[in-house]
């Protein structure tokens, strides 16, 4: 008698089978991340940050500290996902803050977008590794709901390169996204891992489940979705019936579900316990980031339907709402993704397309039960991603169907499997396409400029805030014409833009264009004003821009750098307040708008208006510096005693009151301001940041004032520099007070010739406030380390802003940039620069051009040509006059070295003559050579005087000090010489902090 044999059971997916799928998923991507071969056209990813993962790395404060050493792991676990950059989304993610956290621990150093070294691989290889997980999971899920090899590995190979993964895995910001789906995935595997016919997963599955989907909500907001997917997956257990029937019957079944509902809402509290939320109040989300959130509920309805049926077509790279329909867009926003009232034709289709889709499942389901439930389960996470139900930060985020993305590949899944090894080779081929797309779409994530010139040139041209995210960046690489393009479009398409109005006035005044700069940034403040109703509202200072900021910035266009008249920014104060903003910071602006016009008593009025109406550290410290110039001292204590305690971190009383005594004695008593300075650094405990930033402030003021012999005078320079150091590393606030204290340190590294640190200064500096005086050092810096084009660059923005109307503003200074911008375009060799310098010697602008023009001649060997341009402007300019006997000299010694080159004497004698007319890098090179010529003996000694002047003009402090020290120990050097010399190098070495 014969026995039946059981039936097999199915084969599950072979590791090989797997790890092909793992391969797939990485393959496209290593390259891009970790290779940028200069001859690939747009280069690569490389080392770069882009978009949110730079924001994180350079803005988490938190991040940051754990970088530098200061900080530590567990506060970056507890911090917000943002660092405080968005407190319209606080949001608090603490496993996937975890992961940032470690990132930043393998590096071990603050990230610097402008050398990224390695800073970005461990960030690459997280996104790398989830991807491939995820991929993995996806092939884990399928076999547990279809239970067929081929339905597994088709699912996790149409899933790894969908074009719709490229926001996610080529943004380190990112993988908050990505770790919150992985684990959402494990805890689908998890809940569905029993038998294809069980009727659940039992308490333990539930248990698993929900402790993986908590780790996933406290990843990302994903997480959340977990439990409606699940509820309508769970509708493929049916074996027979409808979908309705199905669905029913997962609601008999649903109450395990608690078990995961239990764990989210778990989630949910801690997150929101820790200080954050889940989601953005409407009233704070930016209207052009998501227009939907300032629309009526039912438009907004409608319009998050609308979003939701084009994230079908979006999951599979063709995207209705983009410009370029194929291939998404990081951005969707303004005028491209519209809030339309809500039965617009838009949204009606968009509806229509749900509803069709929802029927078409339940017209199927009956005949395919597994894939019906994966469509209507993306269908639901898509609406509930959506701004349907809850406003989010964007009206449409690609990054978000990421999810959905997986649901969609497992339902796409049979269709290929069931045709067995040809439907494989045919989702390979698809995946293998997927990637090579992908491969192509990572040179625009090269750098955040190529990201979002490539959005705003392609994928999202109506964009307003694709526009602005591009203006600001070319803001900061200083191309201002250029950013001012872009920001010029953005304000056309969202007028209302706050943000695109605020850059414009930065790049605006960048130009010079000091009344539209005003006018623009009014424009701001305005906006701002009417977001918030006419009304203060404290919360909104949080904001980027905050309100206040942008009060402070239009009082520095207007005020300080001269754009208005001081009456005229009054009387634009005073409309703020008719129209009902009644802020704090119009009244400190008006108080110091009144002071500048002699008005004490208003000015106290306005004062202590801003106080009743929230005290802050500005308007108390405003005040009490108003009563101790008005000598009532008593006064500005009885105010620093009532109003510190208001301020948890700025209790020391005795401290404030020290510090504003100090900044009133700075004008008459500098001894006096150092001392107490000194003191309240010495002595005072608990001082805040601010407060430390002031003291460090008031002593390298008051270090600069003093009054001394040379060498007594370098060393206080050398102190000063060491308090600004100090002063502001642990100080990030941008005031009035910060930017001087920053330009003052940019002067002393750059007199100092600590060219590395004052280029970087610098550049800060600039990236807050345009300066000609900064693009002067920053230009000159540049030159005199062979960077010739970008010298050129920076000198001639200096020239321009050292120019008004008919004459320059600071002649010296104007002549200086001219003189360096001249050799820098000599330096270099292409066509474009020799037409540009053959340009500058015709140009005659101003009188101070030709002086510049005689001046490099006659410092170039071509002393005869000055010397005819002096004679024939002699009469015209009387400066002529007393740089004739150098020109004179000049030609003779031109004459002389032809007859006799390479003259020691000769040489030492030009050195100096070169460095008079403004030549250091010439004079330099004489001075050298002078030396290399000479013998030992009294007249080597002699010409290392010259080399060592030369140095020090060319800011090699060190090297200067070398030759001072050399020409010292040399026992021929004249002894006239010798009490020069030693002065020098006392005047070097206390520049240096050697003394």
């Known amino acids: 008698m014969s026995t039946q044999s059981a039936p097999s059971a199915p084969l599950e997916p072979a590791t090989w089978?797997?790890?092909?799928?793992?391969?797939?998923?990485?393959?496209?991507?290593?390259?891009?991340?970790?290779?940028?071969?200069?001859?690939r056209t747009g280069g690569s990813q490389g080392a770069e940050l882009v978009r949110d993962g730079r924001a994180l790395m350079v803005g988490h404060p938190e991040l940051r500290a754990l970088a530098e050493g200061t900080g530590s792991f567990g506060a970056v676990v507890g911090s917000d996902w943002w660092g405080g950059a968005r407190p319209e989304v606080a949001l608090h993610r603490p496993v996937a803050s975890a992961l940032m956290g470690l990132g930043t621990l393998v590096v071990g150093e603050p990230y610097n977008p402008a050398q990224p070294g390695g800073g970005a691989i461990p960030f690459k290889l997280f996104s790398l590794a989830l991807h491939a997980i995820a991929a993995l999971l996806v092939v884990e899920l399928g076999w547990r709901l279809f239970r067929k090899a081929p339905h597994a590995i088709a699912a996790g190979l149409l899933f790894v390169a969908l074009p719709v993964h490229a926001d996610v895995v080529l943004d380190a910001g990112g993988l908050a996204l990505q770790l919150g789906a992985v684990f959402s995935l494990a805890s689908l595997c998890v809940w569905f891992g029993g038998s294809a016919d069980a009727r659940g997963p039992g308490l333990a599955g539930a248990a698993g489940a929900a402790v993986l989907a908590l780790f996933g909500a406290l990843s990302h907001e994903v997480a959340f979705l977990v439990v409606p997917v699940i509820f309508v997956l769970e509708a493929s257990r049916a074996r027979a019936g409808s979908l309705a029937a199905a669905l029913g019957g997962a609601l008999g079944r649903a109450g395990l579900l608690a078990v995961p509902a239990l764990a989210l809402a778990l989630a949910a509290g801690l997150r929101v316990a820790m200080g954050?939320?889940?989601?953005?109040?409407?009233?704070?989300?930016?209207p052009v980031a998501n227009p939907l959130a300032?629309?009526?509920?039912?438009?907004?309805?409608?319009?998050?339907?609308?979003?939701?049926a084009a994230g079908l077509p979006a999951v599979l790279g063709f995207d209705p709402l983009a410009s370029r329909i194929f291939g998404g867009s990081p951005d969707h926003s303004a005028a491209q993704v519209t809030a339309l009232s809500a039965f617009a034709p838009a949204n009606l289709l968009g509806l229509a397309a749900l509803l069709g889709a929802v029927a078409l499942t339940f017209a199927l389901f009956p005949r395919c039960r597994?894939?019906?439930?994966?469509?209507?389960?993306?269908?639901?996470?898509?609406?509930?991603g959506s701004n349907a139900l809850f406003v989010l930060p964007e009206a449409f985020s690609t990054r978000l169907l990421l999810l959905p993305a997986a649901l969609i590949a497992l339902f796409a899944a049979p269709f290929f499997g069931r045709l067995g090894k040809p439907g494989l080779l045919g989702a390979l081929v698809l995946a293998l396409a997927g990637?090579?797309?992908?491969?192509?779409?990572?040179?625009?994530?090269r750098t955040p400029t190529d990201l979002w010139r490539h959005v705003a040139d392609h994928t999202a041209r109506q964009s307003a805030r694709a526009h602005t995210e591009l203006g600001g960046l070319l803001l900061g690489e200083l191309l201002h014409a250029m950013g001012k393009n872009s920001l010029e479009r953005a304000v056309a398409l969202a007028p209302g833009h706050v943000a695109a109005h605020a850059l414009l006035a930065e790049a605006q005044a960048a130009n010079f264009e000091g009344e539209a700069a005003a006018a623009s940034m009014r424009r701001a403040v305005e906006l701002s004003a009417e977001r918030s109703g006419w009304r203060y509202d404290p919360r909104r200072d949080d904001i980027v821009p905050s309100p206040s900021l942008l009060l402070w910035r239009a009082n520095q266009l207007e005020v300080v750098e001269g754009a208005r008249s001081p009456e005229e920014h009054?009387?634009?104060?005073?409309?703020?307040?008719?129209?009902?903003?009644?802020?704090?910071?119009?009244?400190?602006?008006?108080?110091?708008?009144?002071l500048d016009m002699g008005d004490e008593a208003r000015a106290e009025t306005a004062l202590r208006r801003s106080l009743e109406l929230l005290p802050t550290v500005e308007n108390v410290r405003s005040l009490g510096r108003l009563l101790l110039n008005t000598g009532r001292a008593e006064e500005a204590l009885a105010l620093y005693r009532e109003m510190a305690p208001r301020f948890e971190d700025r209790q020391n009383v005795e401290a404030e009151l020290l510090l504003h005594q100090a900044g009133a004695e700075l004008a008459v008593a500098p001894e006096r301001a150092l001392e107490l300075a000194t003191r309240i650094l010495d002595e005072a405990k608990d001082l805040s940041a601010e407060q430390r930033f002031q003291a460090n402030f008031v002593a390298a003021q008051a270090l600069l004032d003093l009054p001394g012999d040379p060498v007594e005078v370098a060393h206080n320079k050398y102190r000063a520099a060491d308090h600004l150091s100090v002063g502001l590393a642990g100080y990030r606030e941008i005031n009035e007070d910060t930017?001087?204290?920053?330009?003052?340190?940019?002067?002393?590294?750059?007199?100092?010739?600590?060219?590395?640190?004052?280029?970087?200064?610098?550049?800060?500096?600039?990236?807050?406030?345009?300066?000609?005086?900064?693009?002067?050092?920053?230009?000159?810096?540049?030159a005199r380390t062979g960077r010739y084009a970008d010298a050129v660059q920076q000198l001639e923005l200096a020239r321009a802003g050292l120019t008004r109307g008919a004459e320059p503003v600071s002649p010296e200074l104007y002549m200086s940039a001219s003189l360096e911008r001249l050799a820098a375009l000599e330096a270099l060799a292409d066509d474009k620069a020799a037409a540009e310098y053959a340009a500058a010697l015709a140009e005659r602008e101003f009188p101070e051009d030709t002086e510049v023009v005689a001046r490099h001649l006659a410092a170039h060997g071509r002393a005869a040509e000055a010397l005819e341009i002096a004679r024939s402007r002699v009469s015209e300019q009387p400066r002529f006059a007393t740089l004739m006997p150098a020109l004179e000299r000049a030609v003779v010694l031109d004459r002389d070295d032809s007859a006799d080159p390479g003259n020691a004497a000769l040489l030492a004698e030009r050195s100096s003559l070169r460095l008079f007319l403004g030549n250091a890098a010439a004079a330099l090179e004489d001075a050298r050579a002078s030396v290399d010529a000479t013998p030992a003996g009294p007249d080597r000694g002699a010409r290392l005087v010259f080399l060592a002047q030369a140095q020090a003009a060319m800011g090699a402090t060190?090297?200067?000090l070398a030759t001072w020290q050399a020409a010292a120990d040399d026992p021929q050097t004249p002894a006239q010489d010798m009490e020069r010399v030693e002065r020098e190098i006392a005047v070097l070495k206390a520049l240096l902090g050697r003394s």
Do not use: C, K
């Not at 509920?297 to 319009?303: A, F």
């Not at 002067?747 to 640190?757: I, M, N, P, S, V």
């Open 370 to 384: 597994t894939r019906g439930a994966l469509f209507l389960a993306a269908l639901v996470a898509l609406v509930l």
């Open 958 to 960: 060190e090297d200067a």
């Open 570 to 594: 009054l009387e634009w104060l005073d409309s703020l307040l008719e129209r009902g903003y009644d802020s704090p910071a119009v009244e400190l602006y008006r108080a110091r708008t009144l």
């Open 294 to 308: 300032a629309a009526g509920g039912l438009d907004r309805v409608l319009g998050g339907l609308r979003m939701a």
């Open 435 to 445: 990637g090579a797309w992908l491969h192509g779409e990572a040179r625009h994530w």
């Open 17 to 39: 089978q797997r790890m092909g799928v793992a391969l797939v998923a990485v393959m496209f991507l290593i390259w891009p991340f970790l290779y940028a071969p200069a001859a």
């Open 276 to 286: 954050g939320g889940l989601l953005p109040s409407g009233d704070f989300v930016d």
């Open 739 to 782: 930017y001087f204290a920053m330009h003052s340190l940019g002067l002393l590294l750059f007199g100092q010739g600590r060219y590395d640190r004052a280029e970087t200064v610098i550049r800060d500096v600039l990236g807050n406030r345009e300066g000609a005086s900064q693009r002067w050092m920053l230009g000159t810096i540049l």
